[in-house]
């Protein structure tokens, strides 16, 4: 299991609360943003897209804590940028568990051992480091255009297992994806211990600088299928059974934006984390003045068209969850039965283990030179 008891504790006992207060839109995670500035340029990233104005600025420490405090969620993912570049990170951390609030410090883990050897944080069951690895040590480098990135996360993974800290990685998944290479890491990770593992479709937001390598949905089910399916009983998964349910097409869930509102040095973003289409004042004004219906996969809108991220989708899966004992039986038989025999997506495994995969394959479908972009990543 990837979740503490106590984690799941808390948040079954917050979504039953707003059951009984009958409230349809409710947070699960804050995604607070102190920052947008990153010391990586990933060709999939939109934030480090902004001006250098932008990109110098930091949230004030009191307005990230006033954000949490006005959403409410049992949750807070921080993002970014960088967020181990944010001046106020561990006062911040240390307000957060303050207030028992579950925390995601998604970190690509460069600066990590670093910050653990100046004693900057102390290991807590509400902080978890949550590392950026999209695979394998050369699928990584090429993803995030820089090479040596993996080793150097590797190493604060390591570290902060060895020091009794929370790690679990988060991984987004393109075009071309060798999903035997997937199954690879996943034992990797299971071997330097990390608590479990958060897994995403790409998706093409409009920020993002490469549009050509994002997955479409049926595309994202059938490479799902294979990774997940014949599931080796020592991988551990920090999600909803049900979300990967989901991606694997086992089951249909439109988009809660809401359940994943983002607040960053703007305000509240509008709609969601990855579509920007302006900002609140407060988090009451997003629920309020968004029309929630023109977004999702069954709104017909394009851009929510081909979208299956865990920041739309997961806060589904969980609702469901709690909303049914359809939900609840479903989530209890993922948990027990969870080896996903499917003899047929193995079979298409095997087929896969001859075909072209990885930074070759996407050099030639993109056009781009990776040594130009190992040295834009250097920059």
């Not at 106590?6 to 948040?11: E, H, I, K, L, N």
């Not at 934030?47 to 954000?67: T, V």
């Not at 409410?72 to 990170?89: F, Q």
């Not at 993803?143 to 020091?163: H, M, P, S, W």
Request: hydrophobic fraction near 35%; include cysteine.
């Amino acid at each position: 299991m990837g979740v503490p008891i106590s984690q799941m504790w808390t948040v079954a006992s917050y979504v039953l609360t707003q059951k009984l207060k009958r409230r349809k839109q409710y947070p699960l995670v804050l995604m607070l943003e102190p920052l947008f500035r990153c010391n990586l340029a990933c060709a999939g990233c939109g934030k480090i897209q902004y001006p250098a104005h932008i990109l110098k600025q930091d949230m004030p420490l009191e307005n990230a804590l006033k954000a949490v405090d006005e959403c409410g969620a049992p949750m807070v993912s921080i993002p970014g940028g960088e967020p181990l570049l944010y001046p106020h990170i561990a006062e911040l951390v240390q307000e957060l568990i303050k207030r028992k609030k579950y925390i995601y410090l998604c970190t690509n883990a460069i600066l990590l051992k670093k910050e653990l050897d100046k004693g900057t944080f102390k290991p807590s069951k509400y902080l978890t480091f949550s590392v950026h690895l999209d695979g394998r040590r050369d699928e990584h480098d090429f993803a995030v255009c820089r090479d040596g990135t993996y080793d150097k996360a590797i190493v604060g993974i390591e570290a902060a297992v060895k020091q009794g800290f929370r790690v679990t990685t988060n991984t987004t998944l393109f075009e071309g994806t060798d999903p035997n290479a997937v199954r690879e890491f996943f034992d990797k990770m299971m071997d330097v211990g990390v608590e479990g593992m958060m897994l995403s479709p790409g998706y093409a937001y409009d920020k993002a600088p490469d549009q050509s390598n994002f997955l479409h949905r049926r595309e994202t089910n059938n490479l799902f299928e294979m990774i997940l399916s014949n599931r080796k009983k020592r991988w551990r998964f920090n999600q909803s059974p049900l979300f990967l349910d989901f991606l694997m097409g086992k089951r249909e869930y439109d988009c809660t934006p809401w359940g994943n509102p983002t607040y960053n040095i703007f305000g509240w973003q509008r709609p969601c984390y990855l579509l920007q289409e302006g900002y609140t004042e407060s988090f009451q004004a997003l629920l309020d003045e968004v029309e929630w219906s023109n977004y999702g996969h069954q709104s017909g809108n394009p851009k929510c068209r081909d979208c299956m991220v865990h920041s739309g989708y997961e806060a589904t899966a969980v609702d469901h969850t709690f909303s049914s004992f359809g939900g609840m039986w479903g989530t209890v038989k993922a948990m027990i039965f969870n080896r996903y025999a499917n003899p047929g997506a193995m079979k298409r495994l095997k087929e896969e283990e001859g075909k072209p995969h990885g930074p070759e394959v996407h050099l030639v479908q993109l056009g781009i030179d990776l040594e130009a972009r190992q040295k834009a990543g250097a920059a």
